[in-house]
Every structure is written in C-alpha cells, then in structure tokens.
C-alpha cells in the first residue's frame, strides 16, 4: 500500500494505522487463544493463537513491509525466531555461522544443533575466501550478523548471498544492530532477515520479542509449520510493545546514531582507550562497504580499556548508561561482553576472536551526546589520575 512513501512515514502510515471495526488509532490487543467457528463445514480465518492471531499478525505485516519481504513471523524471543529458523535444516546439513556471532546463537550452534547432527563452520566473514573455503557439498546455509556483536565486523551481505546461492545454500541475516530503517538485507540477496526485537524496534527494555521475515513463499510456507510446530509465539501485549516501539523506530535510530559517531570519535583520541570499533570511523576497516549495503553506520559501538581492571574502575565511575546486558534501547546501555552477551563463548575461543576482557560494548540511547560525553571524560580523567598516582608511589 504504502511503497510511494519513505520508510519513516511508512512506519506509521501502513494497513494497521487504525481498527477498521472502530477506527481506534492502535491495533487491538486480541487475548483470545481460541475462536468461535461459524460452522462445522467453514472455518474462519483465526482458530487458536498458536497458529494465528490477529495482534500478532498485525505486528508480522508491518515488519514484513518494512523489510520488503512476503511473510514475517513473531516469537516469543530473538532466540526463538533464530532457532526456529535453524529447524529449516535436517540432519546432516551443515552451516557457516560468521565468528562473532552472538554469544546465545553461538551456544545454540554448539550445544544443541550439533546433537542434532547439525555440523557447524565459524568463519571470520568479512573474509569472503574463507567463506568460500569452509563450504562442503553438504552447507546449507550462510549465518551472518552485520555489524557482527561485539566487533562491529562487517559482512558483505550481497556478496556471501551469491555465494550461498552458487552453493544451493540460503542466507539468512541477523540485522538487530540495524533494523530495516538502516539495512534491507532481502533487497541484498538473503533469504531471511532475523531480529531481536527485543533491541532498537521495540526500543524501551520493556519487552523481549524476535522476528523473522522470508522473502520467498516456499520457504515462508515451511517456516510457519515451524512457528506453529515449535509454538514459540510472541504474546499479544508484547506484540502490541514491539508494534508502538517500531512507530518511533526513524527518530530513535537517527538521533542514536548522530550521537554515536560523535561518542566514538570522542573515545577514538583518548589515551586509555586502545580501540574503537565502530563502523562510522574513518579507519573503520569496512567503513565503505558499510555505507553501501546500509543507510548508516548504527548507535551500537565497542571499544577496549586496557584490562579487566581497569573496566571494572570505568564501570564504578561511569554514572549516565546503565551497565546491563542488552541494547537498543532509550537508555545508554554499557554491556561487558566477555561476561554478558559472550559468556557462553569460552574464554580461549572469546580472546581467540577479540573479546578481550577489557572490551565494553555501548548501545547509545537519546541522551544528549554531550552529557554522555562529559560522563566518559571524567570517568576516563578519574582512572587517568589514578594510574598517574599509582606510577608515584
Ligand atoms: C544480535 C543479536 N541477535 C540475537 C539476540 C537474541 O535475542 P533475544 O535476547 O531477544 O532472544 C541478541 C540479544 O542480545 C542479539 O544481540
């Protein structure tokens, strides 16, 4: 309906702009599990919310649009979206999973798909003769997430998905860190674009929620066996969550990011800091490639501290961003990797692949860039003061 409008305005103005049975300008909250049917003969179109209902349909089309694909699905967790659609593979296939994968999809990977004869490749992606190398006759499917957590690697999404095609391999991309409002990969090439919504499209820490969206009928068809099959379904108040977060989607990640390149060129010149990763620096190894294939360069950063040490004092010190697990949201959030989100990563394989122990992810919210920026400057003077006291004595 609304493909003449920009994607700000589409993120308001789509089929669920108002309740057509009341004009009510927000989408009904459907609590029903069940639905009377008409006849024993004719069934209507929702019979038990599993399989399908209303609140959530209206949430798996607007992000459907969003991402220019035929068909969305809502889970009741990123996790539960992405293992769902691993179920599309069978015993025997093998995957490509990109190295910093997500700390949970990782675990999921290794400890519950390999028991279903599942075989898995980690591959540095940003690496496209690597990615070529680690296919067997038996790949199935290509994994990436861009930027990669917590390095902000950059993958080139059309690029992997030509190769998973030459292959007979799929792609699917975990596009969390940026939403379709910054990156379409259907339009690049995969075959499914996944998400925590928990983060950025719903926005405010208050739900968990994931999404997946397929861009052909086939594979839409099997992936609804499995949504139904698995019933890890989003509940109908966080769908409704998910729905009001996504509304303010444009304006959150827009001032998000504005913030986020002055914070990371902020951190870039600071003595204690030993590295950025942010794709929207200059020396970011794939700024370009990421200019490209996305709209912007996203508000989730990381840089690395010296030592666990001296992370544990920047944490004391630091007052704006919570310190919590978690990202996309209203508020600053300052993440430990190695401890949080890539806990379940051991530690040789975690250092093998740059999760030091000094590294500190930070999602930036909508405070002001200035206030955050002062907060970092006097947590970074305090230690500075501090280490220069230490080499007196
Ligand atoms: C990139 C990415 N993918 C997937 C997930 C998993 O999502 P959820 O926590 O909603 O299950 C996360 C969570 O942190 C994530 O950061």
């Keep these: 309906m609304s493909h003449q409008y920009t994607f700000e305005t589409q993120l308001l103005h789509n ?12 989408v009904p909250i459907q609590h029903a599990s069940t639905f009377h049917q008409p006849s024993a003969v004719k069934f209507g ?17 607007i992000i459907t649009e969003l991402e220019g694909g035929v068909r969305g699905f809502a889970f009741s967790s990123g996790m539960a979206a992405i293992s769902t659609a691993f179920l599309l593979l069978s015993q025997g296939d093998h995957v490509v999973v990109t190295e910093d994968v997500y700390g949970g999809t990782y675990r999921m990977v290794t400890q519950v798909l390999n028991r279903f004869g599942i075989e898995h490749t980690f591959v540095d992606m940003t690496d496209l003769d690597a990615v070529e190398k680690a296919i067997r006759p038996n790949t199935a499917l290509l994994y990436a997430e861009t930027p990669s957590n917590p390095l902000l690697k950059v993958t080139d999404i059309k690029a992997v998905s ?8 799929y792609t699917f991309v975990d596009n969390t860190f940026m939403t379709p409002y910054l990156q379409r990969p259907l339009e690049l090439g995969a075959d499914i674009v996944l998400h925590s919504a928990t983060k ?27 949504q139904n099959s698995f019933g890890a379904v989003l509940g ?14 444009s304006v959150r990640m827009k001032k998000s990011q504005e913030s986020a390149k002055k914070i990371a060129e902020f951190l870039k010149d600071q003595p204690l800091i030993k590295n950025v990763f942010y794709p929207g620096l200059a020396d970011h190894p794939q700024a370009s490639l990421q200019l490209r294939q996305a ?25 704006l961003p919570v310190f919590a697990v978690s990202l996309g949201a209203v508020e600053s959030i300052l993440s430990y990797p190695a401890k949080m989100s890539h806990a379940a990563i ?14 500190l992810r930070l999602s930036v919210g909508l405070e002001s860039a200035d206030d955050l920026i002062a907060d970092f400057e006097q947590a970074l003077d305090s230690i500075g003061i501090l280490e220069a006291q230490k080499e007196e004595v």
Excluded: C
């Design 162 to 169: 030509a190769i998973a095609k030459k292959h007979g391999a």
């Design 346 to 359: 051991p530690q040789d394989e975690r250092e093998r692949r740059g999760i030091s122990d000094g590294l």
């Design 236 to 249: 109908v108040q966080d769908a409704w969550l998910v729905m009001r977060g996504i509304k303010t989607l």
């Design 200 to 226: 950025f499209l719903s926005g405010h820490s208050d739900t968990v929620a994931g999404l997946a969206v397929v861009k052909d009928e086939e594979l839409a068809n099997r992936l609804y066996t499995l």
């Design 15 to 26: 089929k669920h702009k108002f309740d057509p049975a009341t004009g009510g300008v927000s």
């Design 295 to 319: 709209f912007g360069p996203g508000a989730v950063l990381s840089f690395e501290l010296e030592n666990a040490e001296v992370l544990a004092r920047f944490i004391e010190l630091v007052r």
């Design 45 to 61: 179109k929702y019979d038990y919310s599993r399989s399908l209902n209303p609140t959530r349909e209206a949430l798996e089309e």
